[in-house]
């Protein structure tokens, strides 16, 4: 049986059987959370870990995402924030996979460790960091009085309160024109 919550026009589907997981923010934080017994060499998913246990002649196994068991069915988890003020510390609005709640807590809680070199704006997620620098200042929007803005939407209060005063060749006619 499924509960649909809706908020903000969003349809939020949980599943009241789901397994609930709290993780620590230094677990979710880690980069290596498999580590090989033999040689304490680090991994961030399990399969690459038995992967390489195979190297050191240790039993391994590899799950596989069809069960053997057809009666046997696999519980679906979700994963809440273990930040007490979080939207997402409540098991309605828990995060249906690990990378999610992952990049969720690094995003909003965590260390932003990476700085865009043009405007100096910081991220958390090296993916969102990498992403800004292929459109950083590639989309600029300049004001007659020659202010540069990066969102259309920051330009037009602009234009419209600058114009006379900034900018005083520009008359009605020539603003009524452009737009």
Sequence with gaps: ??????????????????EVIALSPRSLLATNRFICEVCNKGFQRDQNLQLHRRGHNL????????????NVQVKKKVYVCPELGCVHHDPA??????TG?????CRKHGEKKWK??????????????????????????RCFCGTAF?????????IFLKAFYCCPRLNKVDIQKKF
């Excluded at 043009?118 to 590639?138: E, L």
């Design 1 to 18: 049986m499924y509960v649909y919550i809706v908020c903000v026009c969003v349809c939020v589907c949980i599943d009241p059987e789901a």
């Design 59 to 70: 039993p391994w196994r590899l799950k596989s995402l069809a069960s053997s068991d057809n």
């Design 93 to 98: 609005r828990a995060l249906g996979d690990l």
């Design 101 to 105: 709640i992952k990049k969720h807590f």
């Design 116 to 141: 865009c070199e043009r405007c100096s704006k910081q991220y958390a997620v090296h993916s969102d960091w990498k992403a800004h620098q292929k459109v950083c200042g590639t989309r600029e929007y």
């Design 150 to 158: 990066s969102r259309c939407h920051q330009l037009l209060p602009s």
